[in-house]
Every structure is written in structure tokens, then in C-alpha cells.
């Protein structure tokens, strides 16, 4: 796909993907739990080379969507100022 950002859209997944497999390698449930995604898929991408996750992301389509829904991200830009854990906490919540 050639679009002005298809670069960058490829960048940003290889990175997420690089980070996801470094997780699922030591935890693949932890792995699905950040990404949302199933343990099979962060098990699969556990097992991938770099070639590999090149050849993924490589289509410049964007792997990975955000999960959180309008009204719950507007509840979390409400909630501006909180301390850094309690905000981690909100947003962990609010991707199930």
C-alpha cells in the first residue's frame, strides 16, 4: 500500500511488534493482556525471526487498533491530573 504515512504505519507496528515479542517470549498471557490480542497470536509472534516481523508489519497497514471506546476516553481525558499509577490503572481498565 503506498499512502504518504505507510512508512511510518510500518515503523510504529515493527516497533509494537518487536516489544510484543520480547514480552510474550517471557510471558505470553501478559503479552495479550498489553497488546489485545489472543495468547495464541502472542505466542506465534514470540516464535518470529526479524525477518519475520518485518515481512509483517511491512504492508503499512496499522496491526494494531486502539481498543477504548469514545465515552470511556473521554472519561479518561476528564480525569486529567491524576498520579501516574492511578492514570495506568484507569486506562488498563478501560482497554478490557
Known sequence: ???PHASEISALSLSL????REIARKDPSEASVYFGVTEEIARLVAECTVDDLHAIAAPGVMLF??????AQ????IQ????PLEQ???VAMALAR
Open 1 to 3: 500500500m503506498s499512502t
Open 87 to 89: 492514570a495506568r490503572t
Open 79 to 82: 480525569q486529567k491530573g491524576l
Open 73 to 76: 476516553l473521554r472519561q479518561f
Open 17 to 20: 511488534l518487536h516489544l510484543m
Open 65 to 70: 487498533v486502539p481498543r477504548i471506546k469514545t
